[in-house]
C-alpha cells in the first residue's frame, strides 16, 4: 500500500484492540490527528489512519507497549514512515525514535491530550458540544483533574511543534466535536 488509509488502519486495529475505552481513545487520536492535518494543510485521512493505529499493541502488550508494532504492521503492508510515526509517539517513554515531522509530533502531543478533552467532555451537561477553550484550560491547569495524562509530555510536544497547548487543544476540540455520538461525549443535555 502506498498509503495507510483510515479503512485499512481500523481493520489491523480489530485484530489487537477490543477493549471498548482503547477503541474510544483511537478514535479520539485519529479524529485530533483528521484535525491537526486540516492545520497544517496535510492529508486527513492518512493522518487520521495513523492515529487510529497508534496503539495497536498496547491491549496485549501494556507493559511492552510498541515493542510488537513494527514487524506486523510492516508485514501487513503498512508502510515504514507510518510505522515510524506510529512508534514515535512513545519517544522518551518506551521508544527512542524522536518525533521529527508534523504528523509524528502532533501524535506525540495529541495521545495525551485528547484524554484531558474527553474527561472534561464527560463532566458536561453538552459533552463537548460547547466546551470552550477556557474550561479546558481550567482543568489542564487542575492537576488532580484526570491525573493519569502525562501534562509534561503534551507540554514538551507542543514546544517540538512551536504550538501553546490552548491552540493544539482547540483543533482537538474541533476535530472531535463532530463525532461527540460516536465517542460517548455528546453529553446527556
Same mark, same amino acid.
Given at each position: ?5 483510515? $479503512? ?44 487510529? !493505529? ?18 506486523? !504492521? ?6 515504514? $514512515?507510518?510505522?515510524?510515526?506510529? !512508534? ?9 525514535v524522536e518525533p521529527i515531522t508534523n504528523m509524528e509530533k502532533s501524535l506525540f502531543t495529541v495521545d495525551e491530550l485528547t484524554g484531558i478533552i474527553q474527561a472534561c467532555a464527560r463532566m458536561r451537561p453538552l459533552g463537548i458540544c ?24 503534551? !507540554? ?13 487543544? $482547540? ?10 455520538? $460516536? ?7
Amino acid at each position: 500500500m502506498d498509503r495507510l488509509t483510515l $479503512e485499512e488502519a481500523a481493520r489491523l486495529n480489530e485484530t489487537l484492540v477490543s477493549e471498548d475505552h482503547l477503541i474510544i481513545h483511537a478514535k479520539n487520536v485519529a479524529y485530533a490527528m483528521g484535525a491537526m492535518a486540516r492545520h497544517f494543510g496535510e492529508n486527513e485521512e492518512h493522518w487520521m489512519a495513523v492515529g487510529m !493505529l497508534h496503539d495497536f499493541d498496547y491491549e496485549k502488550y501494556p507493559d511492552e507497549h510498541l515493542q510488537h508494532t513494527e514487524k506486523p !504492521l510492516l508485514e501487513a503492508g503498512v508502510p515504514a $514512515e507510518d510505522v515510524r510515526a506510529i !512508534l514515535s509517539h512513545g519517544y522518551g517513554i518506551c521508544t527512542d525514535v524522536e518525533p521529527i515531522t508534523n504528523m509524528e509530533k502532533s501524535l506525540f502531543t495529541v495521545d495525551e491530550l485528547t484524554g484531558i478533552i474527553q474527561a472534561c467532555a464527560r463532566m458536561r451537561p453538552l459533552g463537548i458540544c460547547d466546551l470552550e477553550i477556557k474550561s479546558f484550560m481550567k482543568k489542564f491547569k487542575d492537576k488532580k483533574f484526570a491525573a493519569k495524562c502525562d501534562r509534561e509530555l503534551i !507540554l514538551k510536544g507542543c514546544e517540538m511543534l512551536g504550538m501553546d497547548v490552548k491552540e493544539v487543544a $482547540e483543533i482537538s476540540i474541533e476535530g472531535m466535536r463532530p463525532h461527540a455520538e $460516536e465517542l460517548g461525549i455528546a453529553g446527556n443535555g
